[in-house]
């Protein structure tokens, strides 16, 4: 670089072309990636957490009544359901936008192991579900301690 | 009061899509100060007969984290979220990243930017932005010279 600015003045600097190069590369590609958009999302997206023997499932629902949600879970497996009100009106209006999912919802997931139902907790705050799952007694690893012959 | 005219009321400055969470930008070489990440919420825009109403997911957001500004003809939402990974867990499987929210749209003159109100529930923003009672564009009477 130092060579280079010795001379002074705009001088064609083949790093910083390959840069722009590489940015123009990057912009068209993530302009082709959300054209692509299709790609259906989910919803509502969730996260899962996990320790020894809790596991934490947070979901980003937004604007839907904790009393009509549903949490069922099954062994290894749980399943969110519910519904999201438009929150808008849709008579007698004209959309500029309409980027926001509505409608039925259920999502299924498998858990890394086995919970136990009668411990599972769920809250709802600031359009986040948390889903907190406990594994059985019965089912905890257990430590087993070598005694010397 | 003509309806084209209208439908130009609110333009977008970050296009959000309808697949994963976007990412907000920031200009060509600038950068945010906080390391975090900002998303563009997912909003709807709906035009009634006397207001232009704006629904914003932002999932994570309460009242004490909302801020909503009006400077010149741009309207500002914005949004923090509280809460990392949980004390003691570790992420096993993302679909969602969490961050901040935030965008930005252009309003023109045929909001009554003083009557603007805003509430939050469940991370659901809702901004009710009322027409101004007069239309702004006036017809002028042009005489033959």
């Known amino acids: 670089m130092n060579l280079l600015n010795r001379f002074g003045g705009r001088i064609w600097d083949p790093w910083r072309e390959m840069g722009h190069l590489q940015h123009e590369m990057s912009r068209l590609l993530a302009d082709a990636r959300s054209h692509a958009g299709t790609v259906a999302r989910e919803f509502p997206p969730v996260n899962l957490y996990a320790r020894e023997d809790d596991l934490l499932l947070t979901l980003e629902m937004s604007g839907v009544d904790p009393s009509q949600v549903d949490v069922t879970v099954t062994g290894d497996a749980v399943t969110v359901s519910s519904e999201r009100p438009a929150d808008v009106p849709t008579e007698g209006a004209s959309f500029h936008r309409r980027e926001r999912p509505s409608g039925q919802f259920r999502r299924s997931l498998k858990l890394p192991f086995e919970v136990d139902p009668s411990r599972t907790e769920a809250a709802y705050e600031k359009g986040i579900l948390r889903v907190k799952m406990t594994r059985p007694e019965t089912q905890k690893p257990r430590k087993i301690s070598v005694k010397p012959v | ?145």
Do not use: H, W
């Not at chain 2, 950068?31 to 825009?45: G, H, M, N």
């Open chain 2, 1 to 145: 009061m003509n309806a084209n005219s209208r439908n130009q009321c609110c333009d977008v400055r970050n296009e959000a899509k309808n697949a994963d969470k976007q990412e907000s930008t920031t200009p060509e070489g600038t950068e945010r100060t906080k390391a975090r990440k900002v998303y563009v919420p997912l909003v709807d825009i709906v035009e009634t007969g006397e207001a232009l109403l704006l629904v914003a997911d932002m999932p994570g957001v309460d009242e004490n984290g909302i801020d909503v500004t009006v400077e010149k003809n741009v309207l500002t939402v914005k949004g923090v979220v509280s809460g990392e990974t949980p004390e003691g867990y570790k992420l096993s499987y993302e679909e969602y990243g969490i961050g901040d929210y935030e965008r930005s749209f252009t309003l023109t003159n045929e909001i009554d930017r003083n009557g603007i109100t805003a509430t939050i529930k469940d991370g659901i923003l809702k901004l009710s932005l009322p027409l101004a009672k007069e239309a702004t564009s006036r017809k002028i009477a042009v005489a033959a010279g």
